[in-house]
């Protein structure tokens, strides 16, 4: 079973993964969840309880890197473990998925953080 769920920083929608990222239903529920955050400036896809994942999923990546492009979004991933880091070789080769370090993402979200409290003020 695959799942998504959302937490937002400001302006930037972290999705958190859990489970098998193999069958075309995961691969699409992943899709609806990013597209559904269409008014966000950044998508970070948290990877971290990812336990597999294949071709199909491997495809909505690439696809929605390019959705993401097309649409002035900037898309992510973080913390995949070592065997979906391999498979994610492949979208490094078909255009790239960034994979961003804890410090980068600390520093996305602060840095989110931090414009949403001066706006506020």
Known sequence: MFTVTVSQVGNV???HCKGRLVRSDAAF??????????AKDAIVLDLAEVDAIEGGGVGMLVFLKRWCEDNGINLTAFNPSPTVLEKMDRIRQAGGLPIAS?????????????????LAA
């Open 29 to 38: 529920a992943l899709r609806d969840m990013v597209v559904a955050q269409m």
């Open 13 to 15: 929608a972290i999705l």
């Open 102 to 118: 804890e410090g980068e993402i600390l520093k996305q979200i602060t840095r989110e953080h931090l414009l949403q409290q001066c």
